[in-house]
Nanobody, 116 residues
Framework: QVQLVESGGGLVQAGGSLRLSCAAS????????LGWYRQAPGKQRELVAVITSRGSTNYADSVKGRFTISRDNAKNTVSLQMNSLKPGDTASYYC??????????WGQGTQVTVSS
């Protein structure tokens, strides 16, 4: 069983930055696809960014150029650097891990609130 623990959420003014981190208990972390999703009140959960085991990344159009996903296989962590934050980025952010056998795991979520 994989456990994911997020940290780094909080309240920030528009234009500010936050860095989210997620620590995973996976023993095969380097083989996993990792990502961040978010869900705002009344909306569906949406993909924010994903990074494959090979380091390829993909971003939602709404965050391209502002957010950067990265992984540290030595520390079993995945991070999301969020710059130029907007009120529309306000949501609960969830860490995501997919194993090579296509099993999905989620963190408990961390709240990001961007004030105008």
């Amino acid at each position: 069983q994989v456990q994911l623990v997020e940290s780094g959420g909080g309240l920030v003014q528009a234009g500010g930055s936050l860095r989210l981190s997620c620590a995973a208990s996976s023993s095969t972390f380097n083989l996993n696809t990792l990502g961040w999703y978010r869900q705002a009140p009344g909306k569906q959960r949406e993909l924010v960014a994903v990074i494959t085991s090979r380091g390829s990344t993909n971003y939602a159009d709404s965050v391209k150029g502002r957010f950067t996903i990265s992984r540290d296989n030595a520390k079993n962590t995945v991070s999301l650097q969020m710059n130029s934050l907007k009120p529309g980025d306000t949501a609960s952010y969830y860490c995501y891990l997919q194993t090579r056998f296509r099993s999905d795991y989620w963190g408990q979520g961390t709240q990001v609130t961007v004030s105008s």
